[in-house]
């Protein structure tokens, strides 16, 4: 807004003193350079005192989530002292923004009091020399500090425009992140018969440098049962997270009957294809809200039917408030057990044609997973099971076992043949 008053102030000054509005232009452009140059390092503080309050929430949310295990662990001083760190480092980022946008502030308001005393020392010889008059000097030294006086605001304006511009970047790295879901000519596939084929996929997670599979290929037929076995960090649970579409190969397709899967509605595909997490996430709510969340519109029935087949009616009929019971953030108040439990009767709400289990009954003691292994034989009759686990009990649901090792297919083939190779390598190098 001040800025056409600069212009006409300056202009004024021109017709009044001629020559003298060099001065209070060439203040003004000095002005204008050194905070251009000091908003150099300015935006870097800013942009780094951004990075430090996000790291601070991120900790804070962390140690909430993990409260716990910090007091179990009796590890509160780490993370006292990594509270500390980021405070500091913010602090030293927020005192260095100050730093510059003080400097930029002393900078304009001694070029602008060097101004002044430029047009009166100035003007002095002008008036001697006849050139000016007494009222004319009065005049420019007074439209000399009205119109660089707004130059002085330039600091607040500076630190004010790079934090704006900060949470413009992320708000806008925010709303240009693509949409996996709405994909123009997406495929809606109805009643899927359950092939499942990964064809010379590739995949890196972005913080790695290598390739956690690199021309892998794997087919699995509908209606087979599959077990993925190997170690720990062999990629099993990213196979299944690539068949339901949640990773995209770097490389390579996923196909679910014969159509890629970046192809297909994902949403659409979601739908059908039954996925458990590793470490499934129950929500603060009631047992029925959570187990309903994939359907909210389902009726009472089937969610009991649900419970039936996870095994969860088990402990949920004991309870006087039953499905009504409201479980804490993050499944609190209930075992790893139950919570996969209630994680499986959501992800069975649904009659889907592929299911993909990522170690089920990992958490499960052996009474509730034997019930669970006894419901789930007759229920996954005609529909593809793909499974890992590291538990023999959940081998009688397959016909089938892969073993992944150093991101490539080790052993392949019937459960029983699988089985006594392992126990031979297992003998061998006993």
């Known amino acids: 807004v001040d800025i056409p008053f600069i212009l006409i102030f300056i202009s004024i000054i021109g017709l009044i003193g001629g020559k003298l509005m060099l ?25 780094q005192s951004f990075v430090g309050s996000g790291q601070k ?13 910090i007091k179990s662990t009796t590890s509160q001083g780490y993370f006292i002292g990594r509270w500390q760190k980021y405070v500091a480092i913010t602090a030293s980022h927020a005192q260095e923004s100050r730093y510059w946008s003080t400097l930029a502030l002393l900078v304009s308001t001694v070029l602008i009091s060097l101004a002044t005393v430029g047009v009166v020392i100035w003007g002095v010889y002008l008036i001697r020399d006849g050139e000016l008059t007494v009222g004319g000097l009065i005049a420019c030294t007074i439209l000399t500090g009205r119109a660089l006086a ?11 425009y790079q934090q704006a511009r900060c949470s413009l970047t992320a708000l806008d790295d925010l709303m240009n992140t693509e949409d996996e879901i709405q994909k123009k000519g997406s495929i809606q596939i109805k009643n899927l018969k359950g092939e499942i084929e990964l064809d010379k996929i590739s995949f890196r997670y972005p913080e ?21 076995l190997g170690n720990i960090g062999s990629g099993k649970s990213t196979l299944l997270k690539l068949m339901q579409g949640l990773y995209t190969p770097t490389d390579g397709s996923v196909r679910i009957d014969n159509i890629d899967v970046r192809q297909l509605d994902l949403i659409d595909l979601r739908k059908q294809v039954g996925y458990l997490d590793q470490d499934p996430t129950l929500f603060f709510g009631t047992i029925r ?19 039936n087949l996870s095994g969860a009616i088990q402990f949920i009929g004991k309870d006087p408030k039953g499905f009504g019971f409201t479980i804490g953030e993050n499944g ?23 299911l993909l289990f990522d170690e089920p009954t990992a ?33 009688e649901l397959v016909n089938r076992i892969v073993v992944i090792q150093n991101g490539k297919i080790h052993m392949d083939g019937p459960k029983n043949e699988i089985l006594t190779r392992l126990s031979t390598l297992s003998s061998g190098g006993a």
């Open 363 to 395: 958490s499960m003691d052996a009474q509730l997973e034997r019930y669970f292994v006894e419901q789930m034989k007759s229920y996954c009759k005609n529909k593809t099971l793909v499974l890992t686990t590291y538990k023999n009990v959940l081998l």
């Open 332 to 354: 609190k108040g209930l075992s790893g057990g139950q919570k996969q439990a209630i994680a499986l009767a959501r992800t069975l709400l649904i009659e889907s044609g592929i």
């Open 23 to 47: 001065i209070p232009t060439q203040a003004a452009a000095l002005v204008v350079i050194s905070s251009i140059l000091i908003s150099i390092p300015l935006m870097r503080a800013v942009k």
């Open 208 to 228: 790695q440098s290598t390739d956690l599979f690199n021309n892998f290929s794997l087919k699995i037929h509908a209606g087979e049962k599959v077990a993925i």
């Open 150 to 160: 707004p130059l002085g605001q330039i600091a607040a304006i500076l630190i004010r």
């Open 57 to 69: 929430a991120a900790l804070l949310q962390e140690t909430i989530a993990g409260a716990e295990t």
């Open 289 to 307: 809200d959570n187990i309903a969340l994939k359907a909210p519109w389902v009726d009472d029935n089937q969610i009991l039917a649900a419970a």
